[in-house]
């Protein structure tokens, strides 16, 4: 959690149209009226992300989860999600082989 709290100190915060809800907490050990709550914003498993308009009722559910869940502004979630995909770009791929190097006098005549 302390990653988004991070990021979002990094990216000004502006008015959206929409929220994107990440659950970054666990359901089990919570209460039934937050885990109702999360099954209506339909949050079922940890980092999970949903778009939700940004109404007066969803930023109620959201105040009752606040502990469970974080909230992102549409930029805020497209700068999150395109440093993800450039930090994914700088990785070398991953090659395994797995036929034994062959030596080259063993070869069928």
Same mark, same amino acid.
């Given at each position: 959690?302390?990653?988004?709290?991070?990021?979002?100190?990094?990216?000004?915060?502006?008015?959206?149209?929409?929220?994107?809800?990440?659950?970054?907490?666990?359901?089990?050990?919570? +209460?039934?009226?937050?885990?109702? @709550?999360? =099954?209506?914003?339909?949050? %079922? #498993?940890?980092?999970?992300?949903?778009? &939700?308009?940004?109404?007066?009722?969803?930023?109620?559910?959201?105040?009752?989860?606040? +502990?469970?869940?974080?909230?992102? @502004?549409? =930029?805020?979630?497209?700068? %999150? #999600?395109?440093?993800?995909?450039?930090? &994914?770009?700088?990785?070398?791929?991953?090659?395994?082989?797995?036929?034994?190097?062959?030596?080259?006098?063993?070869?069928?005549?």
């Amino acid at each position: 959690m302390n990653a988004f709290k991070a990021f979002k100190t990094s990216v000004p915060i502006t008015w959206s149209p929409n929220l994107y809800i990440t659950l970054v907490r666990g359901i089990p050990g919570t +209460r039934r009226l937050h885990r109702r @709550t999360l =099954e209506a914003l339909r949050l %079922r #498993k940890c980092n999970r992300t949903v778009m &939700r308009w940004n109404t007066p009722t969803v930023r109620g559910m959201v105040q009752q989860v606040k +502990r469970l869940v974080v909230v992102e @502004t549409e =930029e805020m979630y497209k700068a %999150r #999600k395109d440093k993800e995909a450039k930090h &994914r770009a700088l990785r070398p791929p991953l090659v395994v082989d797995h036929h034994p190097a062959s030596p080259a006098s063993d070869s069928p005549q």
